[in-house]
């Protein structure tokens, strides 16, 4: 007599959930030891960097008698608040995903796995994805406070069981807070809002920042104006925020004043839990409702016809083949919000790039200031060179690995390889070139550089964007990452990091040959004697090099 033995839906261990993701990064480590190496170094080199800043920064307010002790629990509120406030905006974007959106999920409400078990498995992958940047940025912050004020060892164990209520916080209240706009919203078209929201939000603050010059600092008088702003920062010191919390179990064990630590850790783990548990309750409860309205489609096709239209406007010039190609990527770019956002990142990027060299104390008419001014205009090269880099990393690197699952419609088409890649680096290379050399001439008018060596910053910029955009078609062919549709997620892979080694490798290089010929050139016209013969052919040589050094990224 057989029997059947059902299998209970909370049989499930929550490990089993979780035991994809953890093998497939063991996996990713094992197969490429290199490339964990390498990421390993990166990340110790930023920590090393951060420490030493923000020692710095904290041993420098030990020299304020009177605003030392206030400014660095401030600081450390600010701090807090800042970590919060992004991990409350990425917990909302990330639980978008891994909650409604993800192709997993499907799968998962078919196991015998219970809501609740489901609940948690996500909500501990949200919380990962959504923290790992915060930690990244927040231990050497708080290493730097330990060392520098001299905490024991019962400090960095306060740290770290700080943290974990502090995370989880932001992580409760973003998965409710999501469920309540997939209830109220269309899913995908609310992740496309919150990407641009939260793009639009980081390049503003990096724009605020920079316009608010805060090289002022350096002066002793602005930076009592500082003190003072930060002494009388007393808005996020609210007793009824987590971040006062979080700061006022650590300030107690910094020697800075006395305190009830364990009263307000006590507040932190309550909090954690009691939102855990609602949102647990919460979630259960409403899954299915929310999980079915965030499969809704997009909009109309009416938008779509019209973005149709403009684009064959534009490609109308472009041969056959290159004019398809360009709609189609164009018609890609524009579907995906996290794309096209990037476009105010760039724009930020490029008013403080400009804004900076107009910024410069370069203008007394002094020699020592044309010398600088030159010295400046030729670091402008580079520095030109590098933001073009960068945003080739973001646009050009991924444009091999975002065909996906359709490459193969590409390579059975009766179009040669040849024209796909020629047509891929038009496409990049034009408005690249076009945002390099805009670059080149604004900031040369702002520094009043010779016209002469204007032209020669400007046909040197055109060939290593062309050996830029070369580099990165021929990596993002190398080190695809077709399992992903996300572009951000693909530049930051191993594959990326090489390309933009590389590119600095060959922008370096270019420096280099092009040192000698452009101080040559700058110091003939003041100098009394010529350039002769043997310089010429030695000036000649040298650009002669360049253009070979770029023209064999092409090949």
């Not at 499930?12 to 190496?37: E, G, Q």
């Not at 305190?259 to 783990?269: R, S, T």
């Not at 809704?296 to 398809?324: D, F, M, N, S």
């Not at 101080?519 to 000036?539: C, M, V």
Request: charged share 10%; hydrophobic share 60%.
């Amino acid at each position: 007599m057989s029997a059947t033995v059902a299998v209970r839906p909370s049989s499930v261990p929550l490990t089993t959930l979780l035991a994809p993701r953890v093998l497939a990064t063991r996996n990713a480590l094992r197969r490429r030891p290199l490339r964990a190496w390498v990421l390993a170094l990166l990340t110790a080199a930023f920590w090393v960097g951060s420490f030493v800043l923000f020692a710095q920064t904290l041993r420098f307010f030990q020299t304020i008698t009177a605003l030392g002790p206030v400014l660095t629990q401030r600081l450390l509120v600010m701090l807090f608040m800042s970590f919060f406030a992004i991990l409350l905006l990425s917990n909302v974007v990330t639980a978008l995903t891994t909650f409604y959106l993800s192709a997993e999920v499907r799968f998962l409400l078919v196991a015998p796995v219970t809501r609740r078990r489901l609940h948690q498995a996500r909500f501990i992958e949200t919380l990962v994805a959504s923290s790992w940047m915060v930690l990244l940025f927040g231990f050497p912050v708080f290493l730097a406070y330990g060392v520098v004020y001299g905490a024991g060892p019962l400090y960095y164990l306060a740290v770290i069981v700080t943290l974990v209520p502090f995370l989880t916080i932001p992580a409760a209240l973003g998965v409710m807070l999501t469920t309540v706009l997939v209830l109220l919203f269309p899913a995908r078209r609310m992740r496309d809002v919150l990407v641009v929201g939260s793009v639009a939000l980081i390049a503003g603050g990096y724009l605020a920042l920079r316009l608010a010059r805060p090289e002022r600092l350096a002066s002793p008088a602005e930076f009592v104006g500082f003190a003072a702003f930060l002494a009388a920062f007393e808005a996020p010191a609210s007793p009824w925020l987590p971040t006062t919390w979080a700061a006022e179990v650590l300030i107690p064990l910094l020697g800075q004043r006395a305190g009830e630590p364990l009263f307000y850790l006590a507040l932190l783990a309550s909090t954690a839990a009691v939102l855990t548990i609602a949102s647990s309750a919460f979630v259960e409860r409403v899954f299915l409702t929310a999980w079915s309205r965030a499969q809704e489609g997009r909009e109309g096709p009416g938008r779509e016809r019209r973005l149709a239209r403009w684009l064959r406007w534009v490609a109308r010039p472009l041969p056959h083949t290159t004019g398809l190609l360009f709609v189609k990527d164009a018609t890609i770019f524009f579907r995906d919000a996290s794309q096209w956002s990037q476009l105010l990142l760039l724009l930020a990027l490029v008013v403080v790039y400009v804004y900076n060299f107009s910024a410069l104390p370069i203008d007394d008419g002094s020699p020592l200031a044309g010398t600088l001014r030159e010295i400046v205009a030729f670091a402008n090269l580079g520095l030109a060179a590098f933001v073009t880099a960068s945003v080739a990393v973001r646009f050009v690197f991924p444009a091999i690995s975002l065909e996906s699952r359709s490459w193969w419609t590409l390579r059975t088409a009766p179009i040669p390889l040849t024209s796909i890649w020629w047509g891929k680096f038009w496409i990049a290379f034009l408005p690249l070139a076009f945002l390099g050399e805009a670059l080149i001439v604004v900031t040369g008018r702002l520094l009043g550089v010779a016209p002469g060596l204007t032209m020669v910053f400007m046909a040197t910029l055109l060939l290593v964007v062309a050996a830029i955009v070369s580099l990165g078609l021929a990596f993002g062919a190398a080190y695809p990452r077709v399992d992903t549709q996300n572009a951000a997620q693909i530049a930051t892979g191993f594959g990326g990091l090489i390309y933009m080694v590389t590119c600095l490798t060959l922008i370096s290089a270019v420096i280099a040959l092009e040192a000698w010929p452009v101080s040559r050139l700058f110091w003939a016209r003041f100098a009394s004697q010529p350039i002769g013969g043997g310089e010429t052919a030695a000036i000649a040589i040298a650009f002669g090099a360049v253009t070979a050094l770029t023209a064999t990224a092409w090949e």
